[in-house]
């Protein structure tokens, strides 16, 4: 049975309709660790370093697919609430053009001058060559990739969070099988991996391409894009706390690598991709709540259904405290073991991943809040609120403080850097929540 936007949500309903996002986001950060594992234990540790190395900015500038498919499903999920299917499929049209316009122009650029962006992220002698090669077969997918990222937002605005669901677990199957093949078969090494990323990145950014082309049950589908400056801008806007997440991620993940270089060398740079690659599946949870809550507190935020909104700020907030603990919990059990699927090979690197994640999880009770807190704003067609957050959180904090910890503390200072920065965003989060209520009367 469908669950539609306009339903009132019970715990139960909230988690059925919320599900297939989470799982999506889970599921796009499994197959992503995937070239992590087979690249570490089949390719070696400089290699493993070196997808780590240019990791950051490949997602740096995924962000535009971030920014338009979580500010303009909040925009177009705002507009079908008001009753305006026609125009909402204008705006979708319209944004997912733009996208792929702008991916395709990034990728050009970033294939040309990828051996320079590489040395200015860190790169030295044979980690050049490594992080050249990956970078410039994984340009060749950027556009695609863009445009899942988009429709991961958009097919819930859609009320088809299933279907988002089952093309990413298409995509990541392929890339799955393929790292076998290419990395653990014919030994392709971390070309390998990046054709395996490449293939699945395609799978997922084109068949919904696809769908919505064709005539479809969904909310939403492909018309004539006409190009609207003022949606445009309230997108880029309204997405503006993803986009700057998303490059202050790619941005920070850099300084780590830089600081772990001079303190703990390839090792440290080695062990913080272990740790991030965990990380990744465990925050993918709150980013797939948030990605598949959001187009329905903007519906019930367009149609003024104050009580609605009250009961999904309420159920969500209990949902992500609860999962917090459980998670952390999680992370400490399972440390041992993810630390060794990564660099079980190596017993100083495992240890010293393992010491780094198990700090490192305690960020896990907080961090939750703060990214359901950014994209409740964002929901609220509140970006500016929403950028605020993101960037104290991804960004302001963090710098200080993963460059200010480790003189005093050393590379544990770097460890729980994220903690000390996602509590100090939390204050700020909880004073946003306070603050706005009586005007969107959620609480």
């Not at 309903?13 to 986001?25: C, G, Q, V, Y």
């Not at 338009?68 to 177009?76: D, H, M, N, Q």
């Not at 392929?174 to 790292?179: A, K, M, P, Q, Y």
């Not at 699945?200 to 068949?207: K, N, V």
């Amino acid at each position: 049975m469908n669950i539609q936007l306009s339903e009132h949500f019970t715990y139960k309903k909230l988690l059925r309709f919320i599900l297939p996002s989470i799982i999506m986001m889970v599921f796009t950060s499994i197959y992503s660790v995937v070239d992590g594992i087979f690249v570490s234990n089949f390719v070696g540790k400089s290699a493993f370093a070196s997808v780590n190395l240019i990791m950051p900015y490949l997602m740096g500038i995924s962000a535009l697919g971030f920014m338009i498919g979580t500010g303009g499903s909040a925009f177009v999920s705002k507009t079908l609430g008001e009753g305006k299917k026609k125009l909402a499929n204008q705006y979708f049209s319209m944004l997912v053009t733009i996208a792929a316009i702008g991916g395709f122009v990034l990728s050009v650029l970033s294939f040309i001058f990828m051996r320079r962006i590489v040395m200015a992220f860190g790169a030295a002698g044979d980690l050049i060559d490594y992080c050249t090669l990956y970078g410039r077969i994984s340009c060749i997918s950027l556009t695609a990739f863009m445009l899942q990222n988009v429709f991961q937002s958009f097919f819930v605005a859609a009320g088809k969070p299933q279907l988002g669901l089952k093309v990413i677990v298409a995509a990541g199957c392929t890339n799955i099988v393929l790292d076998a093949l290419f990395i653990g078969v014919l030994h392709f090494g971390i070309a390998g991996a990046a054709l395996a990323t490449m293939t699945s990145e395609f799978i997922g950014g084109l068949l919904p391409v696809v769908y919505f082309f064709r005539k479809n049950d969904s909310l939403l589908h492909f018309v004539k894009p006409v190009f609207d400056r003022r949606v445009f801008f309230k997108t880029c806007t309204n997405g503006s706390s993803e986009l700057m997440t998303n490059l202050s991620m790619s941005l920070v993940n850099a300084l780590y690598n830089l600081q772990l270089m001079k303190i703990a060398g390839e090792n440290g740079v080695a062990a913080y991709g272990a740790v991030m690659y965990v990380n990744f599946i465990f925050v993918a949870s709150f980013l797939g709540y948030a990605i598949g809550c959001a187009p329905v507190i903007s519906y019930h935020y367009g149609s003024g259904n104050h009580a609605e909104l009250k009961n999904l700020y309420k159920k969500s907030m209990s949902i992500i405290l609860v999962w917090g603990v459980i998670l952390f919990g999680a992370a400490q059990l399972l440390a041992p073991v993810l630390s060794k699927i990564f660099v079980g090979y190596n017993t100083g690197l495992y240890a010293m991943t393992l010491h780094g994640f198990r700090v490192y999880a305690i960020a896990f009770l907080i961090i939750g809040i703060n990214i359901f807190g950014s994209s409740f704003f964002t929901a609220l067609n509140n970006g500016l609120i929403s950028a605020v957050i993101s960037f104290l959180r991804t960004l302001v904090f963090q710098v200080i403080m993963v460059l200010t910890l480790p003189l005093w503390f050393g590379i544990n200072g770097i460890w729980s850097a994220i903690s000390v920065a996602e509590a100090l965003t939390l204050i700020m989060t909880t004073t946003f929540f306070v603050r706005q209520k009586d005007k969107y009367h959620y609480l």
